[in-house]
């Protein structure tokens, strides 16, 4: 028998280890980069608009979602929530 559970068993461990690299590699290199650079990292334009929304969120004081180019913003604060989790 071909693609018994021994093949399944393998193919659940690249799985997962997959999922876990995906969110740990981005997440260890952004961490590098912070801790090689001189001095601290202050976010600029939009992402300042973000870090200070995100900055809301944490004193659940974020009522509105995040600002559209055209003036409006989207429904929700979920996204300023889910980041300020980090």
């Given amino acids: ?6 093949m399944q068993r ?5 799985t997962n280890l997959l999922c876990v690299a995906s969110v740990v590699v981005p997440y260890g ?3 590098t980069r912070l801790l090689v650079s001189s001095g601290p990292v202050y ?12 900055r809301s969120a944490t004193r659940f004081q ?6 559209d ?7 929700g604060p979920a996204y ?6 980090p």
């Avoid at 974020?62 to 600002?67: E, I, K, R, S, T």
């Fill in 1 to 6: 028998m071909r693609g018994g559970v021994g």
């Fill in 10 to 14: 393998t193919w659940t461990r690249r």
């Fill in 29 to 31: 290199i952004e961490l």
């Fill in 43 to 54: 976010p600029t334009g939009d992402l300042a608009l973000v870090d200070l929304a995100v």
């Fill in 62 to 67: 974020q009522v509105l979602g995040p600002y």
């Fill in 69 to 75: 180019r055209f003036g409006w913003h989207h429904p």
């Fill in 80 to 85: 300023f929530y889910l980041l300020a989790l």
